[in-house]
Antibody
């Protein structure tokens, strides 16, 4: 059974940093592209970033380019999202998802709140 | 960026009735269109990809179709577990984009 467990969310001040993690199990992690999708409170879904199975190819939405970095450690079956220079508009539940460009399995999400 | 527009924003339907949800792309996405279902407090679930191919485990009452840049998700006979928010997503070009969602509520 595919399982994705996000962690690392919390309250951070504008301009601060957080690193999200997504621990994966139940599938061959190194063979799967992975994705981060976010959802602001009461709003719709927004694709944020994706990474190939090897980690050699990454994609970002324009609003996070230069601030967020997606990465993975295939030896630990873990996906990461390093979030720097956080803004209030980054406040959202961040989901990790298996697959790209469609998302077959999702974690339960971790809430990131950016506020002073 | 391809803009996905879903309509209506809210659809009120009685159990057992048919629900038809629409999604329009601002430019051609081919058949590179997926549908997701999200229930309150839960993560989204993939329903459909390739505009009309059901994901694993999706009931037969769900179907998808396309006509140019217009896409439709139909639920032939709504069950209680189908009341949720539905999102379309294009994956023809980066950035990947979602529609704003259609909430299907009990009439």
């Amino acid at each position: 059974e595919v399982q994705l467990l996000e962690s690392g969310g919390g309250l951070e001040q504008p301009g601060g940093s957080l690193r999200l993690s997504c621990a994966a199990s139940g599938f061959t992690f190194s063979s799967s592209s992975m994705t981060w999708v976010r959802q602001a409170p009461g709003k719709g879904l927004e694709w944020v970033s994706g990474i190939s199975g090897s980690g050699g190819t990454t994609y970002y939405i324009d609003s996070v380019k230069g601030r967020f970095t997606i990465s993975r450690d295939n030896s630990k079956n873990t996906l990461y999202l390093q979030m720097n220079s956080l803004r209030a508009e980054d406040t959202a539940v961040y989901y990790c998802a298996k697959g790209s460009p469609t998302f077959q399995h999702w974690g339960q999400g971790t809430l990131v709140t950016v506020s002073s | 960026e391809i803009v996905m527009t879903q309509s209506p924003a809210t659809l009120s339907v009685s159990p057992g009735e048919r629900a038809t949800l629409s999604c329009r792309a601002s430019q051609s996405v081919g058949s590179n269109l997926a549908w997701y279902q999200q229930k309150p407090g839960q993560a989204p679930r993939l329903l459909m990809y390739g505009a009309s191919t059901k994901a694993t485990g999706i009931p037969a009452r769900f179907s998808g179709s396309e006509s140019g840049t217009e896409f439709t998700l139909t639920v032939s006979s709504l069950q209680s577990e189908d009341f949720a928010v539905y999102y379309c997503q294009q994956y023809n070009s980066w950035p990947l984009t979602f529609g704003g969602g259609t909430k299907v509520e009990i009439k």
